[in-house]
C-alpha cells in the first residue's frame, strides 16, 4: 500500500511538472561517488553506473582490490590483477585499462535506475519498447537484447539514450524481486582486441517545442596508445 500511494504521488508530482514547465532542460552533470559515476540529468533524477569490474571467458568476475578516488578521476586495481583508470572530462567518461591478466573478456557495468521511474517511465531498446512497472514485475529480466542503444524516458519526458560499442549484451530487470526499490540495466561490453581504452560520452540536447530532452551517453572504443 505505501508503494502504491508512492508511486501515485510520483506521478502526480511528474505530472505537475510538466503542466507547469512543458520545455525544461538543465545540463546533466558528472560526478564520482563511493558506488561509482553519477550523471545528474538535470530534471530531478540520478543514475548511477557503478565501478565497472572484469569479466574473464570463464564469466568470472574479478572484483575491485583496491579503489582510489581523487577529484574526478579513480584508479582501480582487481584481484588477480588487472587495472583500470578512470577520469572524467567534459561530457566523458574515460576508461584506460592496463596490466590486464590472461583471459580477461569484457567490461560489466551496472546502471541504477530510481524507483520514480515506475511512476510512469518508459524504456526502448532493440525495436522493443515498455513502461517501467509500477508494480512488481512478473519475470525479474523486464528486456534483453545484444543491441543499444536504450532510452530511459523519466516521468517527465526526459530521455537517456546510452549506447555501446558491439558486440555486447544488456539486460534490465527488476530489483523489487529482491526487496530492493528500483531497476538496474546490466551491460557487458566484450574488450576489443588491441582496445585499451573506451570512452562514455554524456550529451544534452535542449528539447524543441515540446519534444522532450535527450541525454546520449555513447559508448566509443579508441585505439591503444
Known sequence: MAIKRLVF??????????????????????????????????????????????VNTAKAKAEIAEKTVTGKTAVL????????????????????????????ASIHTILFIGIEYAAGGKWRANGADGNFPAEKAAQVTVHSSHSTPVVLT??????????????????????????????????????????LTYVITVGDTAPVAAKPATQEIRIQPEPAS
Not at 82 to 104: H, M, N, Q, T, Y
Not at 154 to 178: C, F, H, K, S
Open 9 to 54: 504521488a510520483a506521478r502526480v508530482f511528474a505530472l505537475a511538472a510538466c503542466l507547469a514547465n512543458p520545455v525544461v532542460h538543465a545540463a546533466s552533470t558528472l560526478g564520482l561517488e563511493d558506488k561509482g559515476v553519477v550523471i545528474d540529468n538535470g530534471a530531478g533524477n540520478k543514475l548511477t553506473f557503478t565501478w565497472p569490474v572484469l
Open 77 to 104: 586495481k582487481y584481484e588477480g590483477g588487472g587495472r583500470l583508470d578512470l577520469s572524467l572530462a567534459e561530457g566523458k567518461i574515460i576508461l584506460r585499462l592496463s596490466d590486464l591478466p590472461e583471459g580477461v
Open 154 to 195: 523519466n516521468p517527465a519526458g526526459v530521455d537517456t539514450v546510452i549506447g555501446l560499442p558491439p558486440p555486447m549484451y544488456e539486460q534490465l530487470q527488476d530489483l523489487r524481486e529482491w526487496n530492493i526499490e528500483g531497476f538496474k540495466w546490466q551491460f557487458w561490453t566484450t574488450l576489443t582486441p588491441g582496445t
